[in-house]
Nanobody
Framework: QVQLVESGGGLVQAGGSLRLSCAAS????????MGWFRQAPGKVREFVSA????????YYADSVKGRFTISRDNAKNTVYLQMNSLKPEDTAVYSC?????????????????WGQGTQVTVSS
C-alpha cells in the first residue's frame, strides 16, 4: 500500500504561482511513477502531469505545458507540481496518483493509488 497526502493548494490570483506537494508513505516511493490529475466542478477528472520513478521522463497535458513543472525528491518521498502563470480555468481539485507504471499513472482508470486531493482556486 501507498498513502498519498497532498498539500499546497489555496487561493491565488490569475498570473500567480502555487507549488503542490504530495508526500508518500508505505512501500518504496522511488519505485513508483507519480502523477497529478485535476477535476474542476462539473467536469471529469483529467490528467495534468506525470514523472517516472527516476525523474528522467516527464509528461504534461497540453493545457499546462510550459506553465507547470513536475519534479520529485526520492529522499523525501515527495513529488511536486510547480504551477506558474495560473489561469482561472486551472481551478480544480488536484489529486496525486501513484503507480508502478509511468504509462498507467497517466490513465485515471489504471492508477493504483490516489491522494485525497487539494483545492486550487484561481481568481480573475
Amino acid at each position: 500500500q501507498v498513502q498519498l497526502v497532498e498539500s499546497g493548494g489555496g487561493l491565488v490570483q490569475a498570473g500567480g504561482s502555487l507549488r503542490l506537494s504530495c508526500a508518500a508513505s508505505g512501500r518504496t516511493f522511488s519505485s513508483y511513477a507519480m502523477g497529478w490529475f485535476r477535476q474542476a466542478p462539473g467536469k471529469v477528472r483529467e490528467f495534468v502531469s506525470a514523472i517516472s520513478w527516476s525523474g528522467v521522463m516527464t509528461y504534461y497535458a497540453d493545457s499546462v505545458k510550459g506553465r507547470f513543472t513536475i519534479s520529485r525528491d526520492n529522499a523525501k518521498n515527495t513529488v511536486y507540481l510547480q504551477m506558474n502563470s495560473l489561469k482561472p480555468e486551472d481551478t480544480a481539485v488536484y489529486s496525486c496518483a501513484a503507480d508502478s507504471s509511468v504509462t498507467q499513472v497517466r490513465v485515471e482508470l489504471k492508477v493504483a493509488y490516489w491522494g485525497q486531493g487539494t483545492q486550487v482556486t484561481v481568481s480573475s
